[in-house]
Structure formats: C-alpha cells, structure tokens
C-alpha cells in the first residue's frame, strides 16, 4: 500500500524538472488532480488486497493446523493461539499489514472459524431485532423499528453457504438443492431461516430473528410503552390464574416476546410442555419440556409435525401446553387440551385482529379435513379460549398491545367477544413517530371468577380501579 504511493510519488517527481523553465508548468496541475484522484480508488483496492491475504493465510492456517482439534478448546484460548500463528504466518509470507489491518484480519479468521464470519458484529449488537441476508452482498438489519442496509458482506456465495449449513447441521437439519428451505435456531434461541438456490434466485437467502440478551418482561414493554403499568398488571394476573390464552399479531410484531412474557407468571411447580417448529421460547420454570417439529428425511419420511407433538403431549401429563405458533391442523387438539383440564395453554396465531383470530382458527380446523359444522367449530373455540391478547407493529416500527379481548360466548352462530383494553392512535409527533392512549372499557371481565378462585381477586380488582381512573 505505501509502496505503491512511493512509486507514484516518483513518477511525479521526474516530470517536474522538465516543465520549470517555461511559464506553463503551473499549469501541470494534472499532477495534483492525479494525486488527489488515487485515494478513492484506494479503498476497493485495499480491500481486494486484504480479502486476498485473507484467503492466503486461511489457506496456510489450514495446513498448518488441525482446526477440528482447536475448536474444542476454549473459545478464549482458540483466539490466543490463532492470533500467534496468524502473526508467524503474515510474517513468513511477508504481507504488509498495519497493526489495525493485522488485527481486522485475525478477528475476520477467528469469526470464520468459531463464528458466523461476517454476521458476528451484528449478533453482537443488542439494538438490532432481525438481520436479513440477501445473497452475498447485502446485508439488512432492522433497528429502532427500521430497515437499514449495512457495509456487511460475505467474501462470495460459498462462505455465506457454508454458514447456512454450519447453522442449520448444530441441530441435526440439512439445506441444500434437494431440500432447499429450513427453519432452525441459533445457541441463544433466535429464530433462524434459511432458503437456497434454487429457489431463491440471487443466492443464498438467510434471516435472523434476534432476541435480546437481557430477557424482556413486562415491565421493560412498560418502558418502551407497548402496553400501560396497569394493564401490564392485568397480564400478570391472567398469566398466573391458568386463563387460556391466544396471542393474535402479524409477522414481526412481537407475539412471541409477549408469550415469553406471560410465561414469566406461571407457577414454578406446574409441568409445561412447549410444542415448536424451532424452538425459540425461553420459559424460566424449572419443570419444562421443550419438543420440536422434525422434517422429512433425504427419503422424504420421518417428518414429525407440529400435529404429532400436541397429541404425544396430552400422554406426558402435562398442566400447560404452549404452541409456539398455531398455523395448521394443530389448531383442532390443542382446542380439545383446553377443553379436557388443560387450563393456562397458550398459543400465537397470526391475524390483524381478534376476530380474525377466530376465522384463522376455524380455516386451520378445516385444513385437518375434520367435517364439524361451523356452529360446533365456533362452540368448542369459545369454551376452550378465553382471551385474546392482539399485537401490532404500527406504521412507524413500534409495537403495541392494541386488544386485550375476552370471549364470553356464544349467540347462535357468532361467536361474542368484548374488548376489555384498546389502544388509540391519535396522531403523530414531528418524527414521525405516533401518539396514541391505552383505554379500558369500563367492563367487568367474564374471568374475575377464576381470579378469585387463584386468590388474585383484590389483585385484579386494584389493577381495574386504577384502569378506570387512569385509561378512560
């Protein structure tokens, strides 16, 4: 790099003598403007030369060392010892890198190799909610509610294949032409998707849905204002009194972080069984059991579905049964769970309101291909659901509670729901962002009973006071 602006340097210098006896060498400005004009294309030129040291010293790394061997050392230990051979090998191949290039290069090998490469100073960063690989390329993070393309790219489709697979192999599932797409998960429990060509046209297809380090709670939804204090203590006393529950919202609208949140409040002593297609709920009971849905194998059997987990749960003596997410026949025995002393269950379902929720579920009852009459269908839902808690990603990136929805039963074929907490849009601040209110409607809810069976009725009676005086 610096030798390349020498040689330029003395390229420039000879030319001088020969123009300074005539008046028009100042007008040798071209030598300036050639000056100026190289650093912008020193930039890609440095990286091009940096990615091929990077490819050199990976090369060398891998004859030299036996990589399976190292990485069941100490994540710690591993980098001590890559970041000393790594230095003997730049200085044997004499690379010319600065102290700050050298440094990039060795924590660039050290994230391929017990990382995810490119991808680790983003999972590092707690403010980011997904991460979305568009091949190669393009790298995309939502943040602070909004999309932002990064500077984040792979050296080619090959590396970013090879943490697809390093991804989806830690839990025993395979991407690749013959099955192309695959839902997993990250050690910390983030959601993961992948899609492959050739499916996915311009590459390799890779999204992450992130959680936080410091688990949410209530409280912390109270702070980022997606729900009020005093609705949050409602949540805390349904939570607690065994109430079934359906968590309603779109994609992205934090359903499964409101269901991590009610599980806070379950008793220690209950035995919880949580079905998933890939297991992202991170309850803090100490009596959990956590199965997950499997897909076929290379001979297209052996697929276990989200169907297969509810029933097996109902013979493991189970309190609870949480589905991390209802989109299927499923949707038909976790119904009859509730309704057979399965009381607490709870389950998230994608619709854009309560009920929509409902029609969902009576779609998905039909997918089975069970043959009821709707007026059975809508019976069974109302006896088995008693609230449905709706969330929404609003306009601006921020997420809300926007129903708090009790069913309290049925009239003729309908079935009856009253909505106990709203929340109202009433505009919006200079930035953009919108301002609205939580409102409770002033009705008595159908469960005060079951609170007072719990021992939570004063609990609940406070909470609805201070909503009255504060929400209306």
Do not use: W
């Not at 071209?30 to 490819?55: C, E, F, G, S, W």
Request: charged letters at 25%; one cysteine or more.
């Amino acid at each position: 790099m610096f030798g390349k602006r020498n040689t330029a340097a003395l390229a420039v210098r000879p030319a001088e003598p020969a123009p300074a006896p005539e008046p028009a060498p100042k007008a040798a400005a071209p030598q300036p403007k050639l000056a100026v004009a190289a650093p912008p294309k020193a930039a890609p030129d440095t990286d091009n030369r940096l990615n091929d040291i990077k490819v050199g010293v990976f090369n060398a790394l891998l004859d030299a060392v036996d990589l399976k061997e190292l990485v069941k050392l100490p994540p710690d230990t591993v980098r001590e010892e890559l970041t000393d051979i790594i230095s003997e090998i730049v200085n044997i191949k004499k690379f010319v890198l600065s102290a700050a290039e050298q440094q990039q290069l060795v924590g660039d090998i050290c994230n391929d190799i017990l990382g995810l490469g490119p991808l680790e100073p983003l999972l590092a960063r707690d403010d980011i909610a997904d991460i979305m690989v568009n091949g190669s390329n393009k790298v995309y993070i939502e943040t602070g509610g909004r999309i932002i393309l990064t500077d984040v790219k792979f050296r080619d489709n090959a590396q970013l294949m090879n943490i697809c697979q390093r991804i989806v192999s830690a839990i025993g599932r395979r991407v690749d032409e013959a099955s192309p797409i695959c839902d997993a998960r990250l050690a910390d429990g983030s959601r993961v998707n992948v899609i492959v060509p050739p499916l996915a046209i311009d590459g390799a297809m890779l999204t992450i849905r992130k959680f936080k380090k410091d688990k949410l709670t209530l409280e912390k939804l109270v702070e980022f204002g997606s729900c009020a204090p005093v609705l949050a203590e409602v949540l805390k006393i349904i939570g607690n009194c065994r109430l079934n529950v359906l968590i309603s919202g779109g994609t992205g609208s934090g359903k499964t972080t409101l269901l991590n949140c009610l599980t806070r409040y379950i008793d220690p002593g209950e035995r919880v069984i949580t079905c998933e297609d890939a297991a992202e709920l991170q309850l803090q009971q100490p009596h959990v059991v956590r199965l997950e849905t499997r897909p076929p194998n290379l001979e297209g059997v052996g697929a276990i579905t989200m169907r297969d987990l509810v029933r097996n749960c109902l013979r493991m003596r189970p309190e609870r049964i949480i589905v991390g997410e209802v989109r299927g026949p499923e949707a038909f025995d976790l119904l009859q769970a509730m309704n057979t002393g399965h009381d607490g269950s709870m389950g998230t379902v994608h619709a854009n309101n309560p009920r929509e929720a409902l029609s969902r579920l009576e779609n998905m009852i039909a997918m089975g291909g069970f043959q009821l009459p709707s007026r059975a269908v809508r019976e069974q839902i109302a006896g088995a659901i008693n609230l449905i808690v709706q969330t929404q990603r609003l306009r601006d990136g921020s997420r809300r509670i926007t129903h708090v929805t009790e069913i309290v039963g049925t009239e003729g074929d309908v079935v009856t729901l009253q909505d106990l907490f709203t929340f109202e849009v009433s505009g919006e601040d200079r930035n953009g962002r919108l301002i609205g209110k939580f409102r409770y409607t002033g009705l008595r809810p159908k469960f005060y009973e079951q609170a007072r069976h719990f021992g939570k009725e004063r609990e609940l009676a406070t909470a609805l006071e201070a909503a009255e005086r504060e929400l209306r």
